[in-house]
């Protein structure tokens, strides 16, 4: 196998290898055959192990090579005869381009696969008040930049909010951020190094494979069930890798609706210490709980685990407010990658959160929603129930069900498209973008008539178009 | 000379092999020998590059180890006696505690090096009304992402507002961003990998080091003079590095406050074009100049010049709001890694702004701001003059003089103590970090009696403390 790569070309190293692979294969066949291992190639070449991995890794999410864990890389079979999509297919694009169309959609069509509620959901009252107030009495609040870690005062509210999740983290263990990806953004660019190896759920947060991407770290799947990660896989896979850090959504997982259970989270925290890895905990959809459940973050007393959350779900996306609660050894280097990339979040922002938690508003909010979510989470369970489709789990709260048709996925596709229904890329919540069934929905958009009839449209009583 | 790393330690490579090379030198002495290459010590401990970057990088911010561009590195004379800071002094903390001073500084001490304008100048009024307007009127506003390129309307505006400037971008090339280190962020993570070679401006932008640092590229200085960068100096050193990128703020340039010229403009121009490297110019200040001067993006027509500027300095630091203007094939990969970090920028900023924009109150502020600073400007190099201050140039406008007093340093800053003032610290703004007699003063703050009191007690007439 001849492979060549020009380092003074104008394209990149990565690029290179990867198209000087695919005509090899394309010439060649040889499905089965192991490739080199990163190592080796790497010294060939006398290129950085990281260009074979980012390589091989688009290789692998064009369909033309196999990763097979703990032995390699291997050619796909029936790589050479399979069309190839364009080089836009890289795992980064796959996700941006899920992610565009979902902000894109039709304005008219029902988003029945997004992550957000609906906008007649929101209740602006509150929200416009607190604006109101915070730009007629703060001066400060307008103008300034907030502090680099984020205004004291929210988070010792964020403090008092924890509290009741037993999650004990002082203000100066919280660091405020302009929502939850950035966030994750802060934390993969303080813990990750190219090359590094990060588990996560399968399915899970797919914004959160293509930031991996992006930082070139090895992605790894762990099954998500019913009540937690798989515990066996996460073994056995440990056994083989050595991951920097695990991601887990607890409560009310994106996009399989499940939430951890005191057993698994336990056991999660036992591998983490016998392992000696990280936990991201990603605890975005908190707010949507009403009797509150285990954390991780809660068990391990923010050691290992680095507890995130923020109120895009439930206050509003526009403002961009998150937080991540650390431990105290990592927080200066936090804050200082926030300020070199961002200088602060906003203070205006913050002021306004501060506020609504201070004034009891942000509190009887979610009370609401929660309330609302459980009305609309038992009525799309029957519904779906009713004619024939299958749910992963059934989620005890939140927006996502993860449920799949009795009819074929193609079919299902053209029927959602005639409701004018957007459905999310359900292959991109798998880090290897498998194919799947299963289907997230957002119950709060499912009593529309358009997402009643899709659904009565595609049961087990045979699909029946309009 | 014997190194060794664990990769199985707990501590990073980079900070293993910089102890190790540290322990060597102190036993051993040795100063001016050569250190391996980068790439000879990589292969030797079977690590990455980066990593042997990294730590030579520590080694020469610790003093213990010298650059010598084209040559490589050597143990700095001395090396072995010389008593070291401890670990933390690293260039990426090096900058961020410069920033933890300025935003920790106590409230009442007279703020002369920082690089805002004082809440004392800013106006609420207008930027009050446009955020109650917004609250009031515009549901999607206070609730929603906004789009992942930032909205639409917004984008035309500033597609108008470069029209003056001579930079024809369309609104198609504008990507919103959450400010202008919010910008470089995404600039240098869609432009640079680990290793690269990043021309900068010396002195220059401080937290711009800090970011490159963060993202293990090489950054290297071109002496800034007072008609832009030192072209003598640019071409040199492109004949030994091929620099991925070079950063120019062109316009009240940050510290020295000059202003690039239209020579020199075209100059940088052509040995890009020669040496095929990317420019990115910052213009942060454009809304303080009254009469527009050549814009790098302008000649360029948007090919190889990355643009950016904010609405952080003239109108709010607390909203964050900034944008960047690129050629058409950079912007489908710059939103792409804006929603994979962030999602979407503050849609509620971007449509306060639009109310300014459109209501004309933005027009005027900026006037005002723009008289003032120039009536202070004037005040503030004659009293420099007076005292036997030295400018370095004498700027057209914007909030930067960059001057030397008569004094020594160490005094001055004994000096600025007694009277409650904080400096910014001079030697962040060389990418070196060399000790330098220049300070950059914020002449905003220099008609305040401590100013002028600080001032006139460091004046060639001998330093008489109260």
């Not at 990149?12 to 080199?36: D, K, M, V």
């Not at 032995?71 to 069309?83: L, N, Y």
């Not at 927006?399 to 299902?412: G, I």
Request: with cysteine; glycine share 6%.
């Amino acid at each position: 196998m001849k492979l060549q790569v020009d380092r003074h070309a104008a394209s990149p190293i990565a690029q290179q290898l990867e198209e000087s692979i695919r005509h090899w294969i394309q010439e060649n066949g040889a499905g089965g055959r192991r490739l080199p291992s990163i190592r080796r190639l790497a010294a060939e070449l006398d290129i950085s192990r990281n260009a074979v991995i980012d390589a091989y890794e688009r290789l692998v999410a064009i369909g033309l090579v196999r990763s097979r864990p703990g032995s390699g890389f291997f050619i796909a079979d029936g790589a050479a005869v399979t069309p190839q999509p364009s080089l836009a297919s890289t795992p980064l694009q796959e996700v941006t381009n899920g992610l565009w169309g979902l902000f894109s959609a039709n304005e008219h069509s029902l988003k029945l696969g997004c992550g957000w509620l609906p906008n007649a959901w929101r209740e602006s009252e509150d929200l416009t008040h607190a604006i109101r107030q915070v730009a007629r009495k703060s001066q400060s609040g307008i103008f300034e930049y907030s502090t680099p870690q984020g205004l004291q005062e929210l988070r010792s509210l964020i403090q008092e909010r924890l509290r009741p999740l037993a999650i004990s983290a002082s203000a100066e263990q919280i660091v405020m951020t302009s929502g939850g990806s950035h966030s994750l953004d802060l934390l993969v660019r303080m813990l990750l190094e190219p090359g590094d190896v990060v588990f996560v759920e399968s399915p899970g947060y797919y914004n959160l494979f293509g930031l991996l991407h992006l930082q070139r770290v090895r992605v790894i799947g762990i099954p998500r069930l019913a009540d937690g990660p798989d515990i066996n896989r996460l073994e056995a896979l440990l056994a083989e890798y050595r991951p920097r850090l695990f991601y887990v959504n607890s409560v009310f997982h994106n996009p399989t609706g499940s939430t951890l259970t005191p057993a698994i989270a336990h056991r999660v925290l036992q591998l983490a210490e016998q392992y000696d890895f990280t936990i991201v905990e990603d605890d975005i959809y908190a707010d949507f709980q009403h009797t509150p459940t285990t954390r991780l973050a809660a068990l391990d007393g923010l050691k290992r685990v680095i507890y995130l959350s923020s109120f895009s779900k439930t206050l509003t996306s526009s403002l961009r407010v998150g937080f991540i609660a650390a431990p105290p050894s990592l927080v200066q280097r936090l804050v200082d990658i926030k300020m070199l990339t961002s200088i602060s979040s906003s203070r205006f922002a913050e002021q306004v959160l501060i506020t609504l938690l201070q004034n009891g508003s942000y509190r009887k909010l979610t009370e609401r929603l929660r309330a609302r979510l459980s009305n609309q989470m038992a009525l799309a369970l029957t519904q779906l129930k009713q004619v024939g489709w299958v749910v992963f789990t059934e989620p005890a709260g939140g927006m996502f069900v993860w449920a799949k048709s009795p009819v074929e996925k193609e079919a299902l596709m053209e029927s959602a498209r005639r409701f004018d229904i957007m459905l999310s890329p359900s292959h991109l919540f798998f880090p290897d973008n498998q194919t799947t069934p299963w289907l997230r929905l957002n119950i709060a958009y499912l009593q529309d008539p358009r997402a009643k009839a899709f659904i009565a449209a595609n049961s087990d009583q045979g699909n029946t178009p309009k």
